[in-house]
Nanobody
Framework: VQIVESGGGLVQSGGSLRLSCAAS????????MSWHRQAPGKERELVAVISRAGDYTDYAGSVKGRFSISRDIVKNTVYLQMNSLKPEDTAVYYC??????????????WGQGTQVTVSS
């Protein structure tokens, strides 16, 4: 079971980035997939989540209307489209995969993270 994030980088305020989360060893439709972020000196926070069926998504209030989570079953990849980026979106972004049982127990599989830096 492995997750690899990509797509991070440096972007100006107001710009866009699309992060990818490529999964192997499992199918993303068998997991609740989510994106989290951690800024320096802050706790890791949930940014967006998509259900196993792909029919439910939810977002942190700070990104609602600007970020969009989606998935490609064929590519076994989850995406995070980030628009209208702000300097406060600067963080390391992590992808997580968890079964319902793992969610209850607080477990899951994490990727290594990808850095997003938004300049003002």
């Amino acid at each position: 079971v492995q997750i690899v994030e990509s797509g991070g980088g440096l972007v100006q305020s107001g710009g866009s980035l699309r992060l990818s989360c490529a999964a192997s060893g499992f199918t993303i439709s068998s997991r609740v997939m989510s994106w989290h972020r951690q800024a320096p000196g802050k706790e890791r926070e949930l940014v967006a989540v998509i259900s196993r069926a792909g029919d439910y998504t939810d977002y942190a209030g700070s990104v609602k209307g600007r970020f969009s989570i989606s998935r490609d079953i064929v590519k076994n990849t989850v995406y995070l489209q980030m628009n209208s980026l702000k300097p406060e979106d600067t963080a390391v972004y992590y992808c997580k995969a968890a079964t319902p049982d793992e969610l209850i127990r607080g477990y899951g599989t994490w990727g290594q993270g990808t850095q997003v830096t938004v300049s003002s």
